[in-house]
């Protein structure tokens, strides 16, 4: 079991001033063996911040980015999955979930994480499974009026993975759980 | 002084072993009921304690022996007493005792039996005896022996108000003003090497005094009443006529720490009154402080003693003493007068928590004090002062009451601009932890005065030796400040915003790329409360707009030009275009596109800030929906420009074909080009090729084919969606395209590109066998 946190978007301080209090006692350092950040962080202070919960962080270049020298797209292996990131603002059009399959085809992965439009979605398609794990903080977005702080959790064991989903609806935390299972011949069939 | 020290040792265990010696006799003689020679040898024994030789803490120990002896003694004369022997007989007996001390002490001995025995009244028998004690003028011996006068005395007497009243008196005797003159005095002779000594001395000295201070408050029938007429007002002249500043601190100190709190409260006047009367250059300030830490945790003990406060006027009394002493001590250093007020500031905040008016009357004399000092230079005066600000912030956790305390920004005015910074992030660490809400455009608008320090370069303040890092956190902690300025009334809200870009107008260029965005995007939150269902679109007359805010929005990204900051002001503006979409302003949104595209023509010349630029204006572009057609063409063709004419052909490549998109937008019927979509993809078609032309005439090789798999799926994407001009035909010679190119021999392999290309092909093979509609369309292809 390999929990692998997805988080991203969190435009701190343009757009928040910090994440949510209920997510903060959440994210606790030492149960989490990965973590993929979409980018858009925006400052140092985030990166440090989610490196304290998990040295293995790798996140992906937004926008407003602070630091310029994160990867436009990253790939990483966890288990029998290959998973990828890109902050999304590159693929046009903007949350389209064609275009992002054609992204996730290119980087030949099995799961592809992305953001920008600050929505979670997660999205099965024959080449895979695309997830966005939204705005941590429910930043302000052009994409929709409501935007709730959301963050994803894979949980990741063998062929098959089971994405979490927090969200932040009027101060409570809910959850809800998607599964994924790969076959063997490595194709991801729900 | 080391001889010294060794010959004291010497002299101690001579003491002592004459003492013993002695000791030894007087028991034999007791045991044989021989009283004359009990009393030669205790008479003898006690002789040593004649002696000047030893220091106080020396003495000390010769004196204990003593006392264990006198006790025995003590119980035999008890034993004589009750066989008939009578008090008058014993205190004959002992009068023969050669020199004054031993005589003294036995006469005391005797005196508690006396006492005891209820024989006379216990009054007249102590008062004699004291009387008798104050001959011993030498310092050390007189103190000891009126230790034991106290000690012996204390535990026999049955009447409670004798007790007080000697237990009293031997401490006042102790205090006696020529024995402390003594004390003091001879600190102050004698050379420097002696000096040391005397100091020493002194110090043990005051020890002992405070250990009787100490017993007299465990007296238990010392209870308020007395304490209030008797104790303290003696107690209190004794330590002003000392006139020793040393021994007055000391004095002071050890009355506050010993006796009980509601004592002191009820007392406040009486102790307060002492202190102007004390040597100029005691440490008033430490034991008023110390007085008002110990009556501030009282009151934080229990509620039910709060009352109490109130009923004396702690507070006024407090706030009347201090001013004094302020005022009679005019050179006090500026360290003195903020710490004091400090320490009066937490004991009102504790005990009249609701009283702000107190608080601030504290800090307005504390004003008064800084307004004749200028700006401050001490750094401890400093640290007081921020102690002092901080003091009614970890209070009342709530900045928006702080702010109601009149004085509280003047006494920010006279810290210097670091201190000021300092102080302004522990106000904005404050709200952020306890989520304060500052909600009005005036309280905004006296934070940010009170925080000017790090709005803006203060007068006088050394700009260049500021740590980058540090100044990073500065800003950024503003930025989220910003984020916490809220209300749901949207005019309430307009005017705060009005007000937060009236101060970080201010902060000029280095500030500016920090503190705008997050205006920018509070005020397109703005925007979005005013496009509510609720809202009335129209608005009422002269009320906020959208249109409004659009226009503080432009002119306030125009400042970025200055900085400058270009590729951030283009986000900014892109950002507006889009919530003017959503807000149907054409005109505003187009006035939006041509700031950014005059941006991105002049201001953006690096090649990688122009490919991450392109690709912002045509994502927001492709989702415009406001625009008529004439100009979505201007706008759509200056894109379209921008994209063929980036560096790298890559580049161009990519972003050429990502602007067929804006051409064909899902949702609206009369936005599907299918011309000029595939015209796109045929330009980049173009491009890729000419870039395979180049890498192989420059590398000898064709470069990945990854760029044509890239149009291909595009191809594939249009083709779904239904574009007419985009048939199979077109797809499968692109196909027979790639796969010739991937196996010629100028082609150098790319795992990457034939991965792709391989998922891509699988893809298509995925729809052709779904079936229905899709696979129709998808038969003809052949992989």
Redesign the interface.
Known sequence: MVLVLAIGDL????????LPQKFKSMLVPGKIQHIICTGNLS?K?VHDYLKSLCPDLHVTRG??DEDSRYPETKTLTIGQFKLGICHG??V???GDL??L??LQ??L?VDILVTGHTHQFKAYKH??GVVINPGSATG??S?FT?DVNPSFVLMDIDGLRVVVYVYELIDGEVKVDKIDFKKTATTRLAH | MVDGVEDEEKWLAAGIAGLQQNAFYMHRALDSNNLRDALKYSAQMLSELRTSKLSPQKYYQLYMRAFDELRKLEMFFKEETRRGCSIIDLYELVQHAGNILPRLYLLCTVGSVYIKSKEAPAKDVLKDLVEMCRGIQHPVRGLFLRSYLSQISRDKLPDIGSECYTACESFILLADPELRLAVGLSGLQGPAREKDKREKERSELRDLVGKNLHVLSQIEGVDLDMYKETVLPRVLEQVVNCKDEIAQCYLMDCIIQVFPDEYHLQTLEILLGAFPQLQPSVDIKTVLSRLMERLSNYAASSTEVLPEFLQVEAFSKLNNAIGKVIEAQADMPILGAVTLYSSLLTFTLHVHPDRLDYADQVLGACVKKLSGEGKLEDNRATKQIVALLSAPLDKYNDIVTVLKLSNYPSVMEYVDSETNKVMAMVIIQSI?KNNTQISTADKVGALFELIKGLIRDLDGAAHDQVDEDDF??EQ??V???I??LQNDDTEEMFKIICTVRKHILTGGPKRLP?TV??LV?SS??LV?QLQGPEENPFGEEGSTTPKKVFQLLNQTIETLYGVPAPELAL?LYL?CA??AN?SDLEPVAYEFFTQAYILYEEEISDSRAQV?AI??I??TL??MHVFGVENRDTLTHKATGYSAKLLKKPDQCRAVY?CS?LFWVDDQDNMKDGERVLLCLKRALRIANAAQQMSNATRGSTGSV?LF??IL??YL?FF?KGNTQINAAAIQSLIELITAEMQSESNSPDP?AD??FA??L??IQ?QKQKGGAVGEKYEPIKV
Do not use: C
């Open positions: 435009h701190i301080p343009h757009r928040a001033s910090d400052i202070e926008e407003y603002h590159q046009i059009p903007w064609d275009s399959a054609m085809r290119q030949d024959e080449g930043a302000y052009s009026f | 952020m990073k956190e950024n902690s930025a989220r400040l984020q916490m920090f965005p997050p995007f397109l939150k979005r986000r950002q889009e919530a959503d991450t690709h912002l045509i994502g492709q989702r990502a998109h990854t798999v890239e799926n595009k994407y779904e990457a991965a792709f998922s891509t699988r893809y995925f």
